[in-house]
């Protein structure tokens, strides 16, 4: 009897011991560290943490968000991604391509997901975009690719247009793809038959020289090739266009929101909730390094009619036609 019941035990130590481990798991609370970008409320940020809820992760309950802000001052990335590492989360959400390198350079071994980034190969972010290999996945925003199209929808959307002014950040991404944007700006330029003005911005602080230089020589239109200052600081940019009266296309909706006239590619928070896709397939096991980088496949032309009324502009009805949001 003695041993018949010493058999039980152990039968039923066998059955419940994976129901255990299964538990166990279920209760585990996630640590991912959050890095770049800044505290104000954001709704690219929302747009991450909502993904995240919808494959059932609750901030606070199942998962800890350590965050790492660098308020705009890409100098502090390296810094703030070695406090991430230092506290060995089990994953790192970085939200651009400077926040990405900063995190790489600090770890190659802890996951990295980036939630958009512009250039993944030309960034060292990854070798292969099918096979990424290493500590690095996440999502693509083919920014060099698109400054051709948002200059031939400027071009369409301002007729007569024979002088664009070209404002970027140096610095904002990694060289190479500074390069590329520059070039394929100054290639769609000539193919379209307009000048191009090319114009530094390091900085908030040089927004006003910036436009001052603009006006100065007569721009018609400005196109802005992207960076994370003109993105933090999009409001005031937007409104220095409508200051100086400068028809603008951009790159991501978010600057039509705030009121600019027009802007050209993917939709940012869509690129955001997918990396929450990301970070669930790496905190169930999966390695970065065989997750291929995901790039996107709909690009949005999006006008704001009000913004184009104030300045005086009539948009072609064909240019009006092909947009996927008219903002009136």
Known sequence: MRLIG???????????????????????????????????????????????????????????IEYRFDEGKLERLPALAAELVALEVDVILAVNTAAAVAAKQATRTLPIVFAATRDAVGSGLVTNLARPGGNVTGLALLAPELVGKRLEQLKQAVPGLTRVAALWQPGSQVEGTDRDMLKGAEAAARALGVRLQIV?????????????????????????????????????????????????????TEYVDAGGLMSYGPNLADLYRRAATYVDKILKGAKPGELPIEQPTKFQLVINLKTAKALGLTIPQSVLLRADQVIE
């Open 6 to 64: 010493l058999a039980v035990v152990l039968a039923l130590g066998l059955m419940l011991a994976p129901l255990a481990v299964e538990a166990q798991q279920q209760g585990k609370v996630a640590r991912m560290g959050y890095l770049g970008g800044v505290p104000a409320a954001n709704p690219l940020r929302e747009a991450f943490l909502q993904g995240l809820r919808d494959l059932g992760y609750v901030e606070g309950r199942n998962v800890v």
């Open 200 to 252: 530094e911005a390091r900085g908030p602080a040089d927004l006003n020289r910036a436009f001052s230089d603009i006006t100065r020589a007569r721009a018609g239109a400005l196109i802005v090739l992207g960076g994370s200052m003109f993105s933090n600081e999009r409001s005031r940019l937007v409104g220095l266009a409508a200051t100086n009266r400068l028809p603008a296309v951009y790159p991501l």
